[in-house]
């Protein structure tokens, strides 16, 4: 391979990652009304974890006040904060969800 070969694959490389879009951390806030059941329900349901995850999610953003519940594009994020909003509003809870970045 020609050196002229690899400082092209380099610049591709370094190009690419330069190029990844932001990431963001959507997290999820302890309130004192809603149910830690609706928790579990909104992590495997909008967040994709499996029960057992999902549970031990669900304490920590009791016991700390919150917990960061995925990290994805700031398009994904939005949605999945906006996603949590709707489900929360439309059972009479407050559930909070913000996202920030990373």
Known sequence: MASTDFQTR???FSKTRKELPPQYKVILHNDDYTT???VVEILI??????????TQTML???HKGNAVCG??????AETKVET???L???RGF???STMEKE
Not at 45 to 54: C, D, H, I, M, S
Not at 71 to 76: C, D, G, M, P, Q
């Open 94 to 96: 407050p559930l909070k």
């Open 71 to 76: 990290i994805y594009t700031r398009e994904i």
């Open 60 to 62: 920590n953003i009791h």
């Open 36 to 38: 830690m059941e609706f």
């Open 88 to 90: 929360a509003s439309s």
């Open 45 to 54: 349901t909008v967040f994709g974890k499996p029960l057992e995850k999902a």
């Open 84 to 86: 949590v909003h709707h």
């Open 10 to 12: 380099t610049d591709i």
